[in-house]
T-cell receptor, first 114, second 117 residues
Framework: GNSVTQMEGPVTLSEEAFLTINCTYTATGYPSLFWYVQYPGEGLQLLLKATKADDKGSNKGFEATYRKETTSFHLEKGSVQVSDSAVYFCALSDQAGGGNKLTFGTGTQLKVEL | EADIYQTPRYLVIGTGKKITLECSQTMGHDKMYWYQQDPGMELHLIHYSYGVNSTEKGDLSSESTVSRIRTEHFPLTLESARPSHTSQYLC????????????????FGQGTRLTVV
């Protein structure tokens, strides 16, 4: 079956530090890959996505590249801000059979301090 | 901006009560989902629907039930709430692939935080 593994948190960084949150996946087909973000007390919001190998998703300074050879989709940001403090979820969507179920990682909490 | 709504946002209820968590979307999406999120943040799929009159159980067994009588509405019901049902419940929806656009993004509601005392 499909699975997503992401690094455990919490990750604590100083403002303007470089961020990497690792994500690797296992899938039977050719999934689409996503990063979602959850701010305190809120639902999940899509941060970025990539639908095929070597695609790079980007949004709000965050980037992630779909690496089929390493089955990875690591999230990066060059300079984090306090407002980036949230929980980040890596996910994949397997469209085999016309379905569209999302498989999530366990989430990584990011805390950015001044 | 996502057009998917959950009510109530917060609910505290006594053991044994029947409750229904509401979820509505105005995007015409075929697929809708319910996730349970535990305090450790992990998300567990408990129910999903691929269209009207279609409902399936998810990866995590749940005592709740769902219905999909209308495209836009996907309520979740607990017949007899227990403290073990205390959790955050997230509803989501997405479009069907094959519509001409590769659009597998899921949109989430803000969640219902349920506490059973």
């Amino acid at each position: 079956g499909n699975s997503v593994t992401q690094m455990e948190g919490p990750v604590t960084l100083s403002e303007e530090a470089f961020l990497t949150i690792n994500c690797t996946y296992t899938a039977t087909g050719y999934p689409s890959l996503f990063w979602y973000v959850q701010y305190p007390g809120e639902g999940l919001q899509l941060l970025l996505k990539a639908t095929k190998a070597d695609d790079k998703g980007s949004n709000k300074g965050f980037e992630a590249t779909y690496r089929k050879e390493t089955t990875s989709f690591h999230l990066e940001k060059g300079s984090v801000q306090v407002s980036d403090s949230a929980v980040y979820f890596c996910a994949l969507s397997d469209q085999a059979g016309g379905g569209n179920k999302l498989t999530f990682g366990t989430g990584t909490q990011l805390k950015v301090e001044l | 901006e996502a057009d998917i709504y959950q009510t109530p946002r917060y609910l505290v209820i006594g053991t044994g009560k029947k409750i229904t968590l509401e979820c509505s979307q105005t995007m015409g999406h075929d697929k809708m989902y319910w996730y349970q999120q535990d305090p450790g943040m992990e998300l567990h799929l408990i129910h999903y629907s691929y269209g009207v009159n279609s409902t399936e159980k998810g990866d995590l067994s749940s005592e709740s039930t769902v219905s999909r009588i209308r495209t836009e509405h996907f309520p979740l019901t607990l017949e007899s709430a227990r403290p073990s049902h205390t959790s955050q419940y997230l509803c989501a929806s997405s479009d069907r692939p094959g519509t001409g656009v590769l659009n597998t993004e899921a949109f989430f509601g803000q969640g219902t935080r349920l506490t059973v005392v």
